[in-house]
C-alpha cells in the first residue's frame, strides 16, 4: 500500500477534557509536536490521542511514577476528565478517496477511577462541513 492510499488524521478533538472544554488540535502532514510550559496539557493531548486510537482500558495505563497508588492522586485516563458528565476523544480522518472519518471514543465518569469507554465510527461525512 501506498502512502496516497491511505487515511490521514487531519485533527484531534477533545471535549471536556480537564483543561479543555472544546479543543481541536490540527495535524500537519510533515511534522507535529506539541509544546508548552509544564501543566499546558500536553500529556492530557497524547493520552487523548491514544484513548481514540485504542480504546481498550484493558491496555491503556497513564500513571506518572511520583503518583503512587492512590486515587488522590490518579492523573491516567480518570484524573484528566473535565468534572462531570462525559468527555470526548474524536480523530478526524480524511480517506484517499476524498471522505471524511470521525473515529474516537466516548468516556463517562463512574465511581473513581472507574471509566466507561464507548468507541464510535462516524463515516460518509463531506469534507467541506464543518
Do not use: C
Not at 500536553?42 to 495505563?61: G, H, N, S, Y
Not at 458528565?85 to 463517562?108: D, N, P, Q
Amino acid at each position: 500500500m501506498t502512502k496516497k492510499n491511505r487515511a490521514r488524521i487531519q485533527s484531534l478533538v477533545l471535549v471536556n477534557w480537564n483543561g479543555f472544554f472544546y479543543q481541536p488540535f490540527d495535524m500537519d502532514g510533515g511534522v507535529t509536536a506539541l509544546e508548552g510550559e509544564n501543566g499546558a496539557g500536553k500529556t492530557t493531548v497524547m493520552i487523548a490521542a491514544f484513548v481514540a486510537l485504542l480504546p481498550d482500558q484493558r491496555l491503556l495505563q497513564f500513571r506518572n511514577v511520583s503518583e503512587g497508588g492512590g486515587i488522590e492522586g490518579d492523573r491516567g485516563i480518570f484524573g484528566r476528565l473535565g468534572s462531570k458528565g462525559v468527555a470526548y476523544s474524536i480523530l478526524e480522518l480524511h480517506s484517499a478517496k476524498g471522505g471524511r472519518i470521525l473515529a474516537g471514543v466516548m468516556l463517562r465518569k463512574k465511581a473513581p477511577p472507574s471509566l466507561e469507554l464507548t468507541p464510535f465510527i462516524i463515516e460518509g461525512l463531506a469534507r467541506d462541513l464543518p
